[in-house]
């Protein structure tokens, strides 16, 4: 993929366009209450993904693998990671990522949430293992030299590995409703630092997966991703001060 261009999206989807222009709305209304107000308002835990949230061109600008074959995903976003380090240490980000638990702490609101989506799943069947031509593994679009570099994490909230290289790492989710994609990338700047970032692609099944990702989409923004996040911030700070 060249750096102009952007996967394929679909025209006739009003309420993502609507949902996307509101969110940039948002954002731009938090820039206008200036330097002190942002620094407060950024503090509280639920917009702490906006305040790591990256321009789509942070990822486009890049000649990642993942884009060679997801072109009709829609890119839902990209985020900066907290995970400042050298060349080498992108396999640590995966493993801190992938170590992400709490979608099985009982109690945890996190852990709640999924409590409450597999039981949903179980009632309407969103989860059962569906041979589907038309929504096939993207292990079936991998390129020959990927499919030879198989991650041997195993990521969470049911996602499955696809590959995992020296500065990529992806993992897939399949189910009635959605397929989605998590996108990890070890990106260097221009003097010469590397630091993570995570990008979020999905084909919602239809008219059922594009009801379910606008319900979901609170819960996502609000809980989901800020804890996740978070998680990656305080495993990171604490690696690095263990080894200092």
């Not at 998590?182 to 630092?193: M, V």
């Amino acid at each position: 993929m060249t750096t102009s261009e952007t996967p394929a999206t679909d025209n006739n989807d009003s309420f993502w366009t609507d949902l996307r222009s509101r969110t940039v709305e948002w954002h731009d209304a938090i820039l206008g209450l200036g330097c002190v107000g942002r620094t407060v308002l950024y503090q509280l835990p639920i917009l702490y993904p906006l305040r790591m949230k990256l321009p789509d061109s942070a990822h486009f600008s890049r000649q990642w693998r993942i884009d060679e074959f997801t072109r009709d995903f829609r890119f839902e976003g990209v985020w900066a990671l907290p995970t400042p380090g050298m060349p080498d240490d992108f396999p640590r980000l995966v493993q801190t990522l992938t170590s992400f638990d709490e979608a099985r702490q009982p109690g945890s609101l996190v852990g709640m949430l999924f409590v409450m989506r597999e039981a949903l799943g179980r009632v309407f069947g969103w989860d059962k293992t569906v041979d589907d031509p038309s929504r096939p593994s993207l292990r079936h679009r991998l390129p020959l030299d990927l499919r030879d570099v198989p991650s041997t994490v195993t990521p969470p909230m049911g996602f499955t590995p696809l590959y995992q290289i020296d500065d990529e790492w992806a993992a897939e989710l399949i189910n009635r409703t959605v397929h989605g994609v998590i996108h990890l990338g070890w990106a260097q700047d221009g003097a010469g630092n590397y630091r993570g970032q995570m990008a979020m692609l999905v084909k919602p099944n239809g008219l059922l997966g594009r009801a379910y990702l606008a319900a979901i989409t609170p819960f996502r923004y609000l809980i989901i991703y800020p804890r996740l996040l978070r998680w990656v911030d305080r495993k990171w700070l604490a690696y690095n001060d263990d080894r200092s």
